[in-house]
Nanobody, 121 residues
């Protein structure tokens, strides 16, 4: 099983980026976004329960980041607005059949390769 995350890049503070995660055959799963900054632990960003369309975001990004899905494309999006330097990290998408503990990295079975987001101040 492979997840493909893309869309990272360099953006100025206050700018926006949209990350994509192609999750073929994973439309029955919970798709999560995590990020890891240099020297820090992997951090939960947000998740979407695919079948229900419910989304949850970490407090650190709530109000700035939104998660959505495109059923036809088996793709989950992470729209990131009002970016700041604290958002600089490698962003990963992951999938799990679980509907609970979605904020815990170890709950996820499948991981994408990560895409780097760099926010310049």
């Amino acid at each position: 099983v492979q997840l493909q995350a893309s869309g990272g890049g360099l953006v100025q503070a206050g700018g926006s980026l949209r990350l994509s995660c192609i999750a073929p055959g994973r439309t029955l799963y919970t798709i999560g976004w995590f990020r890891q900054a240099p020297g820090k632990e992997r951090e939960f960003v947000g998740t979407i329960l695919w079948n229900f369309g419910s989304t949850y975001c970490a407090d650190s990004v709530k109000g700035r980041f939104t998660i959505s899905r495109d059923n036809a494309k088996n793709t989950v999006y992470l729209q990131m607005n009002s970016l700041n330097s604290a958002d600089t990290a490698v962003y990963f998408c992951a999938a799990t059949p679980q509907l609970t503990n979605y904020y815990i990295a170890s709950a996820y079975t499948y991981w994408g390769q990560g895409t780097l987001v760099t926010v310049s101040s």
